[in-house]
């Protein structure tokens, strides 16, 4: 990804050096009571190890903030780059992503050395160096959040796979009373030529950008997330065994893995129970719907009667809500049921959640936006070399940083991606 | 896919029983020459053999037409809906996809006996039946008509697997005089609030409805089809082996299938040989380059500092023109050189060949059009439930019946697939 | 394989086109009511299309006796050489196993024409060349009598695979009444140094050589083979899911394979039916098991308190016993029950069926004999090179032609194969 | 395994106690330098993480000992049975073998902990129980040492995966002056009925046993393991690219993994670099080649001329020499070269090395030898139920304790297998 031309290159250097600090010592609050068991072992090819994540994000300031900016500036270790490298061609070879947990060594210690190096570094450059690419310091200080986010899903997927099934953390996750969620309710939209994308005054990544015109029809949008509620009732209706329901490749996938409800979830006599990041607990029914795929989430939508919302519809919708929600400030790392009351709905009159939470599918690929240019060089394999096959998910989760997101926000998964914190909202036409 | 509502459900019987028997005589004569071996057997997951599509078309007929709408209809053979169901959930079970070419049984007389007697009792419906879904019947022949095109570009590959490379046909596939094609020119359209879709009056796929607005950006389209002597540049150039002009999902398809030029392509010493439905013989500079996956089509594009068309601003340049180009009734079963005179580059105003010679294909995923809505029951199985991973192509090829195609006409595969008719025109952003 | 160097080299020319003449028209009378469609298809890379061994054996007199012995020799075509080799890497290049489905052309017209001009010119050869290689002559009408069974079984896989499930041949296979089988008694064979493998005298493969000697063990071995009856008690006793019963590789197999029963079993209600060459009939209690894995065979033996043979044992059994049984010349193409009278169980004192009905897996691998030699050059890649991963099985079955087998037969496969006509005898150390 | 029933059920408590001690001390000194990193991933499906296996051999003394012989014996982790079980079906379910890298928990610290409490309740038992069944005790001692050269076989594999090549340990592996190695010369046995397998007198495993008679034909038996210097020749020779050196599956395997050389070998521009334990050094000719697979082992023995030996003749050979060589206990971690002075090679009346250094492959599949028995429950799965597709190996190696070794001692592995300390005899008919 290259960093907006619009960032802020000229901000303060003590702003900067200050949200650098905040970010990187986010990361190390996150894995502080993380074994090094835990953070070297990969549960599959599309998660990493933390101990990987914690090298890469130091590995991206150091090549391209420190290798490129600083005179002299020698590598803390020769191998690294070739080791923590995720997917730049452009910067050479690179260990096969299927093989990170084999990086016994450099070990954790080795790894948060690494950290403290890289740290000493930056800072020393932030405040000195002429000139300063400011925009790709705080290109890597949203990196690292996209990361941040990683470390939770991937940690919950590799701690589901041991059948000890141990928590990540114990507070959070807490199971509330057995709130009954709201009905929800569709909110309509007119039709109209809007512009999306990112309007400028901040950060944005690339693939946000141009802003641009787009004619959205009519819509509406459901007033809060699908829950684990109604997903029971799916079930229940055997939504999972019925073809029709499907899309194709959906299908395929159904029977390729044997999905008989949502990631983490696993019967226990007559009662669901799910993995969260604080163990195993009751699936509740008022709670937004969690860990689904693409595929699942169309299939319940059209068993619903609808459809999931065009990124435009979403962002359209989401503009002029604030950036508010259940992020990972929060420390519930789980997504937490609607509890307005619920005796008038129609006083509601903007959907709820639609930050934090749960990612949102929606059924637009993802694609490059009319007049879309990645930068030049290694940075611009950020983003643009993955628009072909994968979802746009809107609007952050329970273990995004709230600081990273915003209403052009585009995430993006493979549509049998499970593993994320995913959910649903239901959207119409008009 | 669900017949247009628009469709000529009133129009004379006559015409209607005169463009079955086209249909059905036009399938027939392509395979005339075919041994029962040939048309037994399946090269690949993908394709299906010949005795299938023959037997699948009648099918066709017989569950949506002769079960549905003649009382007391008793179908050929018990276990034909069984074998030669393609994709229905709804009306059943079927043969695993990958074992149709088990089906040495029934044999193709069996199969052609199965025909007759469809098409008599068809006959007899269409002349007699009240009430007659004349809708499905249409339907069934553009079904057919699809299948025309496949039995092409299936064969082509079956009989490319063998080593002694035979021919489908010994004519066609001529090479021509070794003209160098006309350079590209790429011309100008402005932005505009459009309409695309399909516009009512004719027969169309449910998949081009609703017609609906979009808006579109300034954009310039080539003026012809790329050429394999481009593409042999750009394997000069190393097209084919430098990470940064791929799509990351396309770079691991290149690597893991071997990719090195387009399919039916063998290098012969110092030259290019290429399998045609003719035999072997000698890459053509001139002719457009064909049997290309999205993924090096999207390569491709990059390297030349262009595009693929949107699939909207396809249709916007293609609608003023008349359905005109090298189809399957040429008899060529091979995309042509462009061969206007190239003097004056300035005096082309249009883009050459958007309809006919090979399949183009655009950056736009097929996707449902706001306000898409299948037909109910299985018919409603035929088109949206592939609206996902896949990418539009447009234009129709040298292998499509002329009657087939339209402007709004909508074909999709997944950006691996290489073995149809598809090629690449180029566009840019203005 | 090498033929023994002790077979008739000088035998009579008259008598030696006699045998090649038996061979050759015994292959096309099997073939004789077969479609086009059928010897084409291959339904798994380990078994072969029916136009391929035609043309395979053909392949084999053309290479190793006509081009090797005759001046002057033109092959047919020269393409055949890549097309019909089966693995003589000595050869060169040929067509991948699991591709040999796609060899549409030549058509099976084509075929029989290269049978017709193979069989001519080794008409001549034989009466004429000076000198013959009569030893290789014998050796290509013993390696076509190996695929005359390969063809039934082939065929036998093939055909299962349709839902249709039609017959090879409506005559044999015939359910005879409900006899029950004779309880089984254990023959005992005192310990010794015996002397295995080929004595001389007629044709032998070089895996039978040389003749040495082994100590045996005091063993006893069962009076028959065992039956469906005694499968059923199996199955019903839990036998395919007890893992303590099974060799890990065994139980691997079951798992990955879901095996539930023998090969073209099928449940229908209460009883089960199997797939036979002439179509699906209910399973005979009193007929021997067939179409059972080496793993299989061993779990039931298991089971039974018993092991299987070793090789040794089996022939030391055999050798006093006329090759007589029930083989493809009995036109059964199935396995018979034993119908001796069973009143007096003491007065069986030799092991019925040794010959014919089934293949008996033992629990030797397939191994070379100490002193063994492979032939020079690309006849010695018959046999030697499988000597590694497969289980020994003796005996010959109701698919081999009767002059092929002999005690000191060693046939081999792996032990997860289970098309072959394989069944089991159980033995028990004394 | 069945400990052997001739073992010292009453040997002295004392001596029992101190050869557990002996075992346990000397797992966990190997294991003193590993990081629990590097203790707790797995690189592939066929090695474990050193964690498991200091775990598993817990398990086993828990389960076979103290659980079977303590009267109210708690485990201690109720779920310690399901993790680290490895095979015996009869104990329940268990963790799969591929995903044993993800028991990131319990710690490293906690597995030491669970041996300290296993190692407590072991030395009560051992002083106290009435009645103790000192065999199992006695084969938990030997299964230990097992697992002790596989931490030694699986951190080699691991570690060799890591682009940082790390060293297990910095002393052992020296390379020596580039001494070249003696000539080898053929040492022959006569022919004669012998008999083989455990003499009783000391431990054994059940496959050892029944002592039996076998007839053993003249052959001769290389006075020295194969060198790499001569895989060089048979690489320079081309043995790699040469089918009719190769059994088929082995050549299909060098195919499939692209083995150009033994498993560790790396080339450096004109030299070879091999991984070893102590990290990369060069390839010295004069040393034992190591880390071929029983195809590669076959291959070159045909390319020499020769061939693998039987495990009887092996035997026959090995039983009159003492247990004499370079074991685990040498702290070098790799084969030694023989340095047996060369100028009178007549004077070599016996092989070298027949112990240590490398397992010599034999050409013997592993079987149960006649008479065998298998012990009664979840014991008698240790050995009996891998006697199918395997390979028999000879005489220790580098890796395994003097201790466990004896003349009758039955290694086995698939054929495929390269990641042990396997290496090459030859042997020859005589």
């Known amino acids: 990804m290259r960093a907006s031309l619009r960032s802020h290159v000229d901000r303060d250097r003590g702003e900067l050096a200050a949200a650098y600090e905040h970010v990187r010592s986010a990361t190390e609050r996150l894995c502080a009571d993380l074994s090094p068991e835990v953070c070297t072992a990969q549960s599959m090819t599309e998660a990493s190890p933390v ?67 890289v740290d000493e570094r930056m800072r020393e450059c932030i405040e000195r160096s002429r000139p300063l690419d400011a925009a790709v310091v705080e290109l890597g200080c949203h990196h690292e959040q996209q990361h941040q986010e990683l470390i939770l899903t991937d940690v919950k997927h590799l701690l589901s796979r041991n059948p000890l099934q141990p928590a990540f953390r114990a507070r959070g996750c807490m199971q509330r009373p057995a709130d009954v969620a709201p009905r929800a309710r569709f909110i309509g939209y007119a039709e ?5 994308g990112h309007a400028g ?66 019967p226990d006599g007559e009662r669901w129970m799910q993995f969260t990041l604080a163990g195993v607990r009751e699936v509740e029914p008022a709670e937004p719907v969690c860990h689904v795929s693409h595929y699942e989430a169309d299939a319940f939508a059209r068993w619903a009667g609808a459809r999931l919302p065009r990124e435009a519809e979403w962002e359209v919708a989401a503009r002029e809500l604030p950036v508010d929600g259940n992020f990972v400030e ?38 490059a936006y009319p007049g879309y240019r990645p930068a030049p060089g290694a940075l611009g394999e950020y983003n643009g070399k993955f628009m072909v096959n994968q979802m746009v998910l809107r609007g952050g989760s329970c273990a995004s940083p709230r600081a990273h997101l915003r209403a052009s926000y585009r995430n993006f998964f493979h549509p049998h991606a499970r593993w994320q914190f995913s959910g649903i909202r239901l959207a119409r036409d008009l």
């Open 192 to 196: 109209g030529l809007h512009e999306i």
């Open 330 to 367: 929060s420390g519930e790392l789980h997504p937490l049921a609607d509890v307005r009351v619920t005796d008038d709905a129609s006083a509601i009159d903007a959907p709820h959640a639609m930050f934090g939470d749960v990612w949102e599918w929606t059924c637009s690929a993802y694609d």
């Open 51 to 117: 101990k990987w994540h914690l090298a890469h994000t130091s590995w991206f300031f150091e090549t391209f903030v420190l290798s490129a900016s600083v005179r002299g500036y020698e590598p803390f270790h020769p191998e690294f780059s070739y080791l923590f490298n995720s997917y730049y061609n452009a910067i050479g070879e690179r260990v096969a992503r299927s093989e990170r947990g084999l990086l016994t060594r450099p070990t954790l210690e080795e790894v948060m050395a690494y950290r403290r190096h």
């Open 201 to 266: 005054g901040g950060f944005a990544f690339d693939n946000e950008s141009p802003r641009h015109r787009v004619f959205v029809h009519a819509f509406e949008l459901a007033s809060r997330l699908a829950t684990n509620g109604e997903i029971l009732e799916f079930i229940a209706d055997r939504g999972y065994e019925r073809p029709e329901l499907w899309l194709s490749d959906g299908w395929d996938a159904v029977q390729m893995h044997g999905w008989r409800a949502p990631l983490y979830w696993q």
